[in-house]
C-alpha cells in the first residue's frame, strides 16, 4: 500500500526518490565491505595556511568508455585551444592524476566500475581540504537518472554542472569555458 501512495502522491514522490537512491548507496557499500575492499579515499596529510590554488585551464575527462573520453578531450582541445587536458577510464585513476596535477575542472561520467563519479567528486573534496587545495568545478555527465548526491551538489554550488547523455558538444565547450579562469 505504501509504494502505491509514493507512486500516486507527487508530494511523496521526491521522498520516495531520495529513500531508493539511498537505499542503493547502502546496498553498493555493503557490496564493497563483503567484497574486503579498500575505502575509496585514502587520509591524506592537512596542508596549513591558505587555499593552493587550482592549475589554470587544466581539464581531467574522466570517462570509462574509451570512444566518449576521447571525444570530449579532442572537443574541449579543439574548441577550447589554451586548455591541457588529461584523460582517465576510472575513479582510481582521476584520483591518482587529480592528486599529480589538481586540475581546475574535472568532466566526469557518473556512472562507471569500481568508484562512482559522486564517490570520485567526494573524494577530491576532502583531498581538497586536507590540504589545502581550491576545490575544481565538475561536469558531472550521466545518461541515467541523477543521483540525490549529484544533484544536491550542482544545486548547492553553480561552479558544478550535470549534463544528461548524449551530450551536445558545444554545450560541454560551454560549460568548460564557463569554469575555467581563462
Known sequence: WDQLELDRE???RGTG???????????????TIKAGKEPACTP?????GSLEPCEKNAVLV??????????????????????TSDAAASGKAA?????AKHHELIVMDVSMPEMRGDEVFLCVMEL????????PSVVFCTGYNIPATVRA???????????????????????????ITG
Request: charged share 35%.
Open 95 to 99: 584520483l591518482e592524476l587529480f592528486k
Open 62 to 83: 574522466v570517462d570509462d568508455e574509451p570512444s566518449i573520453r576521447a571525444l570530449i578531450q579532442k572537443v574541449v582541445q579543439r574548441g577550447l585551444p589554451m586548455v
Open 44 to 48: 591524506e596529510t592537512a596542508a596549513p
Open 17 to 31: 526518490m531520495r529513500s531508493v537512491d539511498v537505499l542503493g548507496q547502502l546496498r553498493d557499500q555493503e557490496a
Open 153 to 179: 551538489t550542482v544545486e548547492s554550488d553553480p561552479k558544478h554542472l550535470c549534463l544528461l547523455k548524449p551530450v551536445d558538444m558545444g554545450r560541454i565547450i560551454d560549460a568548460v569555458r564557463d569554469r
Open 10 to 12: 507527487t508530494k511523496y
Open 128 to 135: 581538497c581540504r586536507k590540504r589545502g587545495w581550491d576545490a
